[in-house]
């Protein structure tokens, strides 16, 4: 008697075991059954959802643009434009690569950038006003003491 309890319990296990297997291909393939999703806790359906085989769909690399917007993207005016040598000089300096692709760079290239050519574009404007203000400024003409007295 007690060993039939036994031999019951380990195959009730055992279709359990085979079951749960069973609802997990199913949600993958919905065609076995809608009923055996049911069975499954939202925690083992998420867990489960990136397994599944993806073919596609709205934002993933197979999905198209509609075709107006593709042809758009084909029209390139690469040697057409009258800027084009400056674009040819700005690709090869590669500073789009290294500080402008990701955000933190390109707002760390932006703050360090303006600080520096601010700095920069402050003493331009200065060494320009000293320039056509030569001889006109204070420092431009030290005080000359008068010769001492030779009285005292």
Same mark, same amino acid.
């Given at each position: ?39 499954? /806790? !939202?925690? &083992? ?10 073919? @596609? #769909?709205?934002?993933?690399? +197979? ?38 692709? /990701? !955000?933190? &760079? ?10 520096? @050519? #601010?700095?920069?574009?402050? +003493? ?29």
């Amino acid at each position: 008697f007690g060993s039939s309890l036994k031999l019951s319990a380990r195959t009730a296990l055992g279709v359990r075991a085979k079951s749960r297997v069973t609802r997990e291909k199913a949600f993958c393939r919905p065609q076995q059954g809608p009923s055996a999703i049911l069975f499954l /806790s !939202s925690a &083992r359906r998420s867990a489960l959802r990136p397994s599944c085989l993806r073919r @596609g #769909g709205f934002g993933s690399p +197979r999905d198209h643009e509609p075709h107006w917007i593709e042809n758009w993207n084909k029209n390139h005016r690469a040697g057409k434009d009258s800027l084009d040598w400056f674009f040819r000089a700005f690709n090869s300096t590669g500073i789009y690569e290294v500080f402008l692709k /990701s !955000s933190p &760079r390109f707002y760390g290239f932006m703050i360090c950038g303006g600080m520096v @050519g #601010g700095y920069y574009w402050s +003493r331009s404007w200065d060494h320009m006003w000293d320039y056509i203000n030569q001889g006109k400024l204070y420092r431009h003409n030290p005080y000359v003491y008068p010769p001492a007295d030779e009285d005292e």
